[in-house]
């Protein structure tokens, strides 16, 4: 199946910042963790603040391991696309698998799982780092991009 890589008008932001709607005829990523409801924003919000929290009690507030982890999943976008963005607030198409994948909630459940399998405080950190990115992400309205490289 291919993807539908048409380049779109983006939709205008409203004053609440919600993300703009998929088009029709764009396939959409797979993603169960909601963020376009206030239930879901919420859950995000309440996620975000426990793992960072969490986070600060079992490592401390100066952890470099949960620092470098919380900004991680934005390294997508230090990688150089080889095509333009189709337009503003987009990511250029060729990045979106990338920053797709660091911003699955399943990346930060793998580091959460082997730090709970092997009792490493350095995977706990790490995965929280990553859950409570992904989290606020959502609380604030970004998910995972289109194949166009807009926001979900």
């Known amino acids: ?11 205008p932001r409203s ?15 797979v993603d169960l963790w909601t963020w376009r409801s206030t239930a879901g924003r919420t859950l995000s919000a309440v996620t975000g603040a426990a793992s960072f929290g969490t986070a600060l009690a079992l490592g401390g507030a100066l952890s470099p391991t949960f620092w470098t982890s919380l900004i991680a999943p934005d390294f997508a976008f230090f990688h150089t696309g080889k095509t333009p963005p189709v337009a503003p607030r987009h990511l ?25 399998l ?13 859950t409570t990115h992904i989290a606020v ?3 604030f309205g970004y998910g995972k991009r289109r194949p166009d490289g807009a926001i979900h």
């Open 1 to 11: 199946m291919k993807a539908d890589l048409r380049v779109l008008s983006p939709a």
């Open 15 to 29: 004053a609440a910042h919600e993300p703009a709607a998929a088009t029709p005829g764009t396939p959409a990523p």
């Open 92 to 116: 250029p198409p060729d990045m979106v698998p990338l920053y797709n994948t660091l911003h699955d909630p399943r990346l930060a459940g793998a580091l959460l799982a082997g730090g709970v």
């Open 118 to 130: 092997t009792a490493s405080r350095t995977l706990l950190l790490a995965g929280l780092g990553w």
């Open 137 to 139: 992400d959502r609380a």
